[in-house]
């Protein structure tokens, strides 16, 4: 047998070559390589991602690689073909996918139709905001469009404000959080998914305090009258004091949303706050119908959600183009924006299907099937498709492994079209949002541009993924995942962020 064959019997080999060596000097030399052989034996084929491999051995679930953009070879890896729960490090997926689909200058234009003519400044039928699934549409999209219809001089709408959430519509709701918020939210993160939203699906606030002992304002960001109740109130309290004042939206049993409100506020500065709508295409078109009233048109109907082609003879009063697609894709990376990112997905399921698809499950199929192919490109074409239900990562039964995604890392570097604009979205840890990347050396600081990924529940997940930059130049794209495993379901955000950064910055060292 070969000495390679018999590494698992460590202790016989050492004293069999020993009881055969001759000269002292020689034999102390083979011991301490025999001895450190031995002690090796443990530890992955690489053994650089040292701090990782830790905490794998106290329970944790690990994928990590990096390879040599330069010539594509591995450097480092570690069950760098185990798919985990990857968080928002999916988005790096929706984000390549994107700018697959479309320009990076690309711009979703949303559009403000009439159905009947202008009569003594009457529209004398109705409105339709007709969506273009543009994530970015916010407060000041409506106003342009309301400033463009005053401009025509219309001052009153005879009949109803339809929207049309084209391309896609309403989207069903599948996470778990996005179904809660169908009925209450006290956060902005999980608002519905619809074709037309404003402000990334939310309500935006302003609560302002006023006098001490008396009631604070609370109006929209955009408007000044809310289009929805207002319960409760909030109360104006001295400077200095503690402000615990809460905003909350409920849905009624009519469908309607109300905005319930209590604590105080201090003497100071506007608060503004986001609370998730239970409908973004009817909050959209309630909004719009205030925004017409403040600026002096007057819609006599109601406003309905309605999903059919705009009758023949509509003409646009209005338009207003969103972000450009490289914008939007900055912003999501950049500050992690699940809606953008499953709003993107389902643009890009209807741009490719008459008939799109109303659940975000089967427009992430888009997103396995790119995958692959990227992975085919140095690997079988049969090669499983990593599951990915959503483009946000919020759905927690996405999978992608760290060799997933540093090749698609390498397919997007080796692309000098679009490689500009998948870049500038990535996070440079001294310029960072989050605290936790702003710690470590020099190296990691400037050199280094990654994407994050993290969950709490039903289990941790802590993930990096990006290009560092080799002192020569050169490239190196990397991926490292950590998941809760059955023995240690909750590995805390600093342990895993540490042991990446760590790694990491050896890998700086090195290079």
């Not at 009457?122 to 469009?145: C, Y």
């Not at 939310?202 to 809310?226: E, F, K, M, S």
Request: proline share 6%.
């Amino acid at each position: 047998m070969t000495l390679r064959e018999r590494e698992p019997r460590g202790d016989a080999i050492i004293f069999r070559l020993m009881t055969h060596c001759s000269l002292p000097s020689r034999c102390k030399a083979l011991s301490l390589l025999l001895f450190a052989a031995a002690a090796s034996a443990g530890l992955p084929a690489h053994a650089q991602w040292r701090a990782l491999h830790a905490l794998e051995q106290r329970g944790a679930l690990v994928s990590a690689s990096a390879i040599d953009l330069e010539d594509g070879s591995v450097i480092e890896e570690l069950n760098a073909t185990s798919r985990l729960t990857p968080a928002s490090l999916t988005k790096l997926t929706t984000t390549a996918m994107a700018l697959q689909t479309w320009p990076a200058d690309k711009m979703f234009q949303t559009r403000l139709l009439a159905n009947a003519p202008i009569v003594h400044s009457r529209v004398t039928g109705d409105l339709i905001l007709e969506g273009a699934g543009d994530p970015s549409l916010d407060d000041q999209s409506l106003w342009q469009l309301a400033a463009q219809v005053r401009g025509t001089g219309v001052t009153i709408v005879s009949g109803d404000l339809f929207v049309d959430p084209a391309p896609f519509g309403v989207v069903t709701c599948e996470t778990q959080d996005r179904c809660h918020a169908l009925e209450r939210s006290d956060s902005a993160y999980n608002a519905p998914l619809a074709a037309i939203g404003v402000d990334f699906g939310n309500w935006c606030i302003v609560v302002r305090p006023t006098a001490p002992g008396t009631a604070a304002r609370v109006r929209g960001c955009g408007v000044t009258q809310l289009p929805v109740e207002v319960q409760g109130l909030i109360r104006t309290v001295a400077r200095g004091h503690r402000q615990t004042f809460w905003v909350e939206r409920r849905t009624t049993a009519a469908g309607g949303d109300v905005l319930q409100v209590g604590g105080d506020i201090p003497l100071g500065d506007d608060q503004t706050v986001y609370r998730s709508m239970s409908n973004p295409a009817l909050g959209a078109g309630l909004l719009l119908k205030e925004t017409l009233r403040e600026i002096g048109v007057v819609v006599d109907g109601p406003v309905v959600v309605r999903a059919s082609r705009p009758p023949a003879g509509s003409y646009p009063m209005a338009t207003v183009e969103g972000l450009s697609l490289r914008e939007q894709l900055g912003r999501m990376l950049r500050f992690s924006n699940n809606y953008i990112a499953d709003v993107l997905t389902m643009d890009m399921a209807a741009s490719v299907d008459d008939h799109p698809p109303q659940a975000l499950a089967a427009a992430g199929k888009l997103l396995s099937d790119f995958v692959q192919r990227v992975e085919a490109r140095d690997r079988p074409a049969s090669r499983v498709p990593p599951p990915l239900y959503s483009g946000s990562g919020l759905t927690t039964d996405n999978r992608l492994s760290a060799n997933d995604l540093v090749r698609l890392l390498a397919y997007q570097y080796h692309d000098p079209r679009r490689f500009p604009a998948f870049y500038g979205g990535l996070v440079v840890p001294r310029d960072a949002p989050f605290v936790f990347l702003r710690q470590g050396g020099a190296a990691w600081l400037d050199r280094v541009a990654l994407k994050t990924g993290t969950l709490d529940n039903p289990r941790s997940v802590c993930g990096i993924a990006g290009y560092l930059r080799k002192r020569n130049g050169g490239w190196v794209a990397f991926a490292a995942i950590v998941n809760g495993g059955a023995e240690w379901k909750h590995v805390p955000l600093f342990q895993a962020i540490e042991a990446e950064r760590t790694d990491i910055e050896a890998l700086l060292k090195r290079y």
